[in-house]
């Protein structure tokens, strides 16, 4: 009997890592620039901090890296992040700097940072100039500041393609950004959790994770990179409904199945 193909690994893969954290699945995959899986990608869903992969975009299209910004007490929220850790502020900051925080660490306060360095209604230009149709911040009555908002698989797989291809930003800040997602200082409780470290470091993701009263979000989104550096495969899973909404850890169903999952995509690119 013949081995089965990639393709069929991975629907399989994901069939699996459906049923087992149960909850409402959207999801993109896509290996070699081929369709893969295409579960209700085109619907709306919050994204949470998947979000910050198009705040980044944004802030990457019209702002220089060495740009710098003040981090005042005002600027500080908390949950993920580094920045309301500190016992003390007001350290001058570079574009550079607050991106690597918010992509590596998820910080929430550098989403706030990125709000005055590029207005919500900046930004929802830059998407729209991008070619994100529906991927949109929700602005408030201070310009600077935003809700992460909206999104759909469809559009942050699209985000991470043409990342990956070079065609989404320069090439410096192409660089930039998968050189942070790649780090293996990232996100590791879900599709890199049961990866070695080599393989790791050949994964470039970001994941949002967040609840509401239908219950627990668990996203996560990146791209893959074939031994000879080629991108060989893209991934967009957004996850609601979920169990849990307390655990943020990699015991929760959702980030079980996403690293059962992320041993089957890596085996295939």
């Not at 910004?69 to 908390?78: A, H, M, N, S, V």
């Not at 470091?201 to 009263?213: E, L, Q």
Request: charged share 20%; with cysteine.
């Amino acid at each position: 009997m013949n081995a089965p193909s990639a393709v069929t690994r991975i629907r399989r893969a994901y069939t699996r890592a459906k049923s087992a954290a149960g909850g409402t699945w959207h999801a993109r995959i896509s290996l070699h620039g081929g369709p893969v899986v295409a579960d209700r990608d085109n619907e709306l869903v919050k994204g949470y901090s998947i979000q910050k992969l198009f705040v980044a975009a944004a802030v990457l299209t019209r702002v220089p890296l060495e740009r710098r910004i003040r981090l005042r007490e005002e600027d500080i929220l908390g949950g993920s992040g580094l920045y309301h850790l500190q016992p003390a502020v007001g350290d001058d900051l570079t574009a550079a700097g607050v991106l690597t925080a918010m992509l590596l660490v998820s910080d929430n306060t550098a989403v706030r940072l990125c709000g005055r360095l590029v207005p919500a209604a900046e930004v929802n230009e830059t998407l729209a100039a991008l070619g994100f149709e529906r991927t949109r911040v929700e602005p408030t009555p201070d310009p600077a500041r935003f809700y992460l908002g909206d999104t759909t698989p469809r559009e942050t797989h699209d985000l991470l393609t043409r990342l990956a291809a070079g065609t989404l930003l320069s090439r410096a800040g192409t660089a930039f950004m998968l050189n942070v997602l790649r780090s293996p200082s990232g996100y590791h409780d879900g599709i890199r959790h049961d990866l070695s470290g080599p393989a790791r470091r050949s994964v470039a993701t970001k994941h949002g994770a967040d609840h509401d009263a239908g219950g627990a979000a668990r996203h996560e989104a990146g791209i893959m990179f074939a031994e000879n550096e080629t991108p060989a495969l893209v991934y967009s899973l957004f996850t609601t409904a979920l169990p849990a909404p307390d655990d943020y850890g990699p015991t929760h169903p959702a980030a079980k199945a996403h690293a059962a999952l992320g041993r089957i995509l890596r085996k295939s690119c």
